[in-house]
């Protein structure tokens, strides 16, 4: 297939509007997202991280009707939410697998704002906590948490051939591109993935190099400009082309796989990730024991 070497870009409400599906009202995702998506900066101030994103893979899911989703990258629950929203109104008889190194019980610094009479501020909360305060219990039913970093997780992954994926874990290049892969060898015939964080600032070079080495060169992919662009955000004029959601839709796999097999070795690669994975997470976990013992001994000397 030959394909083009640029990306097709859309405003997210026209990609959105294109896909033809009925959606809840708006300030239905503004609410959730408030509960599982707001940030906060270092002035104090908040935002609303992307919230679109939620919009968007509502609809996606609503479109295409995906019997197994596999997220990377479960962060607080805006987006696995969505995907198990839109699988209970559309009744569809599907599952969402969502990764993340950090388990549900978890507790984390969590930007909130429970409802619109209140002001946001930062609690320590652990997703499950959130989720029964805020996730109609019939989504919960569509969804299969796995933790443990990505490598680990889809080294066990039993669930069906994926038809949807959304890449949104760690954002360097070789996780990208890990989790990419990993998505492909476990999808169906055919499959749509769509990646957050495309840019050219540091948080999305990753991602935009997989898009325009690996992916461009296969497959036609389109940028979709989100983060508080859609009608009425804060920066719904903003005219920059260069971050986004990428969505590419794979068909054919099998010619697909072929084609990449044939310049990239991917077998080979996932064994060395796994190593670099092992080492990463180590270096992390020996991190917080030396911080813990530390806090320890700075607390017991102080008394
Ligand atoms: C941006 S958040 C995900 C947001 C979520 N997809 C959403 O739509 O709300 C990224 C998450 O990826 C997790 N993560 C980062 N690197 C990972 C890895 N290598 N394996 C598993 N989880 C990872 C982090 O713990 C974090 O919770």
Known sequence: ??????????????????LGVELPPVERFWKLGDATALRNRADGSFFRANYERGILLYALVAKHRPTSVLEFGT?????????????????????????DKVSSDESIRWPVRW????????ELLARAEVWRRTAHPGWLEHVRELTGYSAAVMRGFCGAPVDLAFIDAGHGHRTVQHDFYAALRVAADSIGILFDDYSAEDWG?????????????????SLILTDRRWPGGERENQTDTST?????????????????QSGFPPGLFASGYRFWEMWY???????????????????????
């Open 1 to 18: 297939m030959a394909a083009k070497t640029t990306l097709d870009v859309f405003k997210v409400h026209e990609f959105v509007e294109a």
């Open 75 to 99: 962060g607080r629950g805006y987006g696995c939410l969505c995907v198990a929203w839109a699988m209970r109104d559309c009744g569809i008889p599907g599952v969402i697998h969502t990764v």
């Open 115 to 122: 409802n619109e009479s209140e002001k946001p501020r930062v």
């Open 205 to 221: 070079v990753g991602t935009r190099r997989l898009i325009h080495e690996e992916v461009l060169p296969h497959r036609n992919a």
């Open 244 to 260: 986004g959601m990428v969505w590419v839709q794979c068909e054919s796999l099998p010619q697909l796989l072929d084609e990449i």
């Open 281 to 303: 997470s180590l270096r992390i976990m020996v991190g917080q024991r030396v911080r813990q013992a530390l806090r320890a001994t700075c607390g017991g000397s102080r008394r």
